[in-house]
């Protein structure tokens, strides 16, 4: 008789406790959602075929994100749908390391750089410390293809340098601008920032 009532509790309190995490990430879901909109974005949450169509295309052309599990939250967009512009927030994760990113892509863009996919994504520590190369920019950033580096104009380098925590890969007229994202940065910060690295992109290499 006893193990059975005690069988129930465990299962009572189990439902419990998953009705109370659900209704917490419910309330989280609607405050991000309330906050987001109040800037006038248009909020989406998630969307599995974005998903896809994001880990699929312009995210295989980064190198830092190879062997690592996405995930990809918290899309939202410009009320504008010509602009073809997403904000969303990305988690990387694998056994031994996990990261947060807000990413903004850019749909339709067209550079004027003579390669068709690239990535521009800030070095860890350990690869910057067993550097061999003198230059400050490839010393901060992977790039690739290494052609690339003699296509970038040396004032989008020296802007970039301000950005150590934040990437750039471009594949099938796709631009992604990602930065490493701190539990203290609200969204429209990163975005903000996001933003003013594309500005200097679209200066600097023609983007339209």
Partial sequence: MVIPIIVSLIIISSVIEIL???????????KRKEYIESFGYKYIGSDNEFERSV???VLKTNPALRWLSVRINDIFTTEDTEKKRFYFEMYVSNRYY??????????DVTLSIPISEFAIVPRVLLSKMFMSKKDA????FIIKPKQIIDNIPYDLKEQLMR???VSIVYKDKELLISKVYSHRELPIE???L???????????LQAH
Avoid at 20 to 30: A, G, T, V
Avoid at 98 to 107: D, I, N, R
């Fill in 20 to 30: 109370l995490i659900y209704q917490l990430s419910k309330n989280r879901h609607s």
């Fill in 55 to 57: 880990l699929k295309g």
């Fill in 98 to 107: 996990s990261q947060k990113y807000f990413c903004m892509l850019l749909k």
């Fill in 137 to 140: 920019f490839s010393r901060q």
């Fill in 163 to 165: 950005f150590n925590s």
């Fill in 190 to 192: 990163a975005l903000k």
């Fill in 194 to 204: 996001c933003e003013e690295v594309y500005e200097y992109i679209k200066t600097s």
